[in-house]
């Protein structure tokens, strides 16, 4: 069993359409999304039907929700650059599109052999928790609630990790469309030009994780951006310069 797990696309579909084609090279089972679809990047609407096409398992980041109440983002940034950028995602998506979003899990979990793998976007109790290679096992402990499974999987920090936690693999897949050069907890960050994701396989008992980088075309990214009315649209050209 190979299942391919991506999250925080951020509206960039020159990233996930480069990160499906790795994933149709190497060859899964299943692809599962962790959220954070839609929002910041250039091309939200088109990144959300492509989403749609693979009819695939979504679990519910930050924010998708955010498109749905936005009285949550003002509670969670008072970047006015980026509460300007999900507002202009909101009116870009088209209503199917955001009856598409609402469907998402907040939790989820697969068969993996004889275990399981849980899923979530930041956490298994918040979708704005992040959990880093940093965090003190204590912490992990309480932020996991109990939970238990074989490998545990998330995004949110856009930083790609694999870290054992008392016997079970904790993963964050990183970001297909906003990789970051470094944990910033809320700062401006840097963006990295290439796309993440991973790959979880079982055979005959045996579990392995392997975490992903592929190649983006920057040029596209730039022509991509430079279409848009994005407030980030600057900024983000700036980053993939």
Known sequence: MRIALLSDIHGNDVAFRAVLADIRMRGVDQIVCLGDVATLGSSPQRTVELLAGLNCLCIMGNHDAFLFEPELVKAYTRAAHVIDAIDWCREEL????????????PLAALPLGLGSMLLY????????????????????????????????AGGHTHVQMLRQHRGSLVVNVGSVGMPF??????ARPTILTHAEYAVVEEAGGVVGVTLYRVPVDKNALQDSLAQTTNPLRDWLIQQYA
């Open 94 to 105: 088209s209503r199917d599109s955001l009856d598409y979003l609402r469907t998402f899990k």
């Open 181 to 186: 050069k470094e944990y910033v907890a809320g």
């Open 121 to 152: 976007h930041g956490s298994p109790r918040s979708n704005v928790e992040d959990i880093l290679a940093t965090t003190p096992p204590e912490l992990l402990d309480a932020i996991l609630e109990g939970r238990q499974a074989m490998v545990m």
